[in-house]
Structures are given as structure tokens and as C-alpha cells.
């Protein structure tokens, strides 16, 4: 019986092209090939936009910044008024808002402070040691209650005295006799332990606190002890050739083009620092820095670019307010030095997203502008600088 064709039709060959299953196929590739080309399309333009991102939010520390809100605008006013001499930089959110050059660095040679201007520090310099500190901490070469008698038994009360003690400066030690001649770094720090003695204060506590340079004149004999190698050297392993800074250290900073020189305050006359001056701040205070160089080193500190946690370092000893040479108070925090003509100022909160920084070459206890860049603080974020 033959087969009704029009029910069953016959099998016949037909191109592949013209196959049912060809068209669903092809189908599907496009869609994969749309698929595909969307989302790589969209991932270029993501990677474009962060890229645009980046770049709008990225901060160049050396260009001159002229005010434009009112806050910094009120800043640059009185620092006009004050006839402040230096540099100074406001930072709100990460974004700067003022970064420009008051009087002149260099009378003789005509040059006028500004962004790339380098001041010696001072004391806000110690943070560095304190950086070192926490990084042989972290490298498990240290502990925070590792004892001062380890290095420097002869020192009073050595075997009661830990690193945390010396960071926090509640050691309880002055160094009252200074060095008149100068060897080496680890000969300066000798001398210091050879001429320490008793502040007062109370050990590990915050009770009769007093600021101490000697604490971190000891801190950096540790490191050196530790390490086997200068304070200079591992200065500039970490913050130079690691974080790419560029700070200068003494003696390289005397010979800067850019470095501020120190001057009566109201007078062209240069202040009269001499060698030994410098020498002898061992890893307290012998380090040369921009305004933009030093709101960096604080944002790195923050980010924990140096150290594991940050926090670590900044541990009181209530009821003292200093740790790693900054002065805690909440989330606000500030540094404060001075040395021979120079002052340095800088108050910091959000992790150091907002900051004031003032680095000055015309200094006098009669003549400081800590209290105008804790006044302008409060003023450009709403919270109390103590």
C-alpha cells in the first residue's frame, strides 16, 4: 500500500542552509555576538569613566590654587593681615581649596614662597619615626611593650619603659644638656641616653605629661639598633624610593633651590640656625617638606599605605593626647612644630581628607599661626579643633 505523501511526505534531502535548526542556531549566535559586544562596550565605557573619575578627584600638590569659597577666601585674607610668611593648604573632602605662597623664601635671590616650597618640619617630623616603628612592629622585629632596657639599659627606669611609652611620650624622661658637636646619628642618640633623666611625669600614664624630644631620639637608636641601618636610610627607603615623596633630609634640604630660609619676623634678616642645630634632631625633627608633601605622608598614614592599621600608632596614654606625633582628639588630630624661625602647623580629620596645613619660614612666640589654622579648621568643616 503506498503511503499517502500528503500526510507523510517523503524524506528528501534539503541544504543545510535551509534546515529548520540552522535559522535557531543562527539566531542564538547573534544574540551572544549582541550580548557580548554590549557588555565589553559597557565595560570600556565603565573603565572610561573611572579613568575620568580619577583623574577629576586626583589632587596635583603642586599647583597653585587661588581661593574661591568663602572660608578659604576669609583664610587667605587673614594670613594677608598677619603678614604671614610660608605656605599654606586647605583641603575639604579631598579637594583643595587654597594652596598658595605668602612672602618670600629667599630675600637674596628674590624668590617667593608657593606650593613647591620646602620648610624644615620640625616636630611634625616624628610621625616618620613612628611610622618606622610600626613597621618593625609589623615585621615582628619589635612589640609594643617591647622594654627600653633592651637597647638602653642604662637609661633610668629602662627596664619599666616600653616603645609605647616613648611614642606617647609618657617615659617619664627629659634630656636637658644638648650636644655641642656632632659624629654621627647613632653617637647622638648615645649622648641623649647618656644624659636622660626623670620628668616627672609618671610612666605609662598620661600624669605630669611634658613634650620630650628625647623620647624619639631614643625611638630612632632602636630602629637603628633593630635594623643596622641609618635613620637616614630607612627614612628614605620608605617615604622616598617606596612612597615616592621626595622629602629632603638634612644636610641635602640646606642646599635646595626651593628651601624657604628663616627670617626675623617683619625683617629681611635671615635667621642665624647653626649646623649642629640641625644634627642633633635625630628622628625628631631634621626633615625638609612642601605643604603638598606633608598632606600626603598624613593621607598614606591614614590609608595604611605604611603600616598595617594605623591605629595602632595612635594610642594614647590618656590623660596625654600625643601618640606618633600628632595630637588626637576624637577624629580630629594636630601637629605642631617649631624650629629657629620655622613653624609648622596642620590640623587633620575624615582620615585627612580635610585638612589646614601651615608651614612657615618667620617665627616668634609672639607671632604664631596655630591658633588662625585651628580658628579657619572649625570655620571650613563645622568641627571644634581643640
Known sequence: MLKRTDLFPARVKVSWTKQPLFYVFAILALIVLVIVTVVFSSKKEDKHIVNKATAATSVNLEKKVNPKEKVATKLDQSL???HFSGTALVVKDGKVLLHKGYGKA?????????????????STAKILTAILIGQQVDAGKLKYDTKLSDFYPGVQNADRITVRDLLTMTSGLKQ???????TDDMANVDFSAANAESSGGVIGT???????????RLLAGILMKVTGKSYQELAEQTFNKKAKLGILYYPAFKKANN????????????????????????????VSMTTGQLYQLYRDFFD??????????????????????LYGYGSIYEGH??????????????NGKNAVILLSNQYDNEHSVQKIGQQFFTELTGEAAP
Do not use: C, M
Open 80 to 82: 594677608t593681615g598677619a
Open 106 to 122: 629667599n630675600v637674596q635671590k628674590e624668590k617667593w614662597n608657593g606650593p613647591t616650597t620646602t620648610f624644615p618640619v620640625a
Open 176 to 182: 636637658s644638656k644638648q650636644p655641642d658637636s656632632y
Open 206 to 216: 598620661g600624669d605630669g605629661w611634658s613634650y620630650q624630644p628625647i623620647n624619639y
Open 259 to 286: 628651601l624657604a630660609n628663616a627670617y626675623q619676623v617683619g625683617t629681611e634678616s635671615e635667621r642665624d640656625v647653626t649646623t649642629v642645630e640641625y644634627q642633633r634632631e635625630t628622628g625628631t625633627g631634621n
Open 304 to 325: 595604611n599605605k605604611f603600616v598595617k592599621n594605623h591605629k595602632d600608632l595612635l594610642k594614647q596614654h590618656l590623660p596625654a593626647h600625643y601618640a606618633s606625633g
Open 337 to 350: 612644630g617649631i624650629f629657629s624661625g620655622y613653624e609648622s602647623n596642620v590640623v587633620l580629620s575624615k
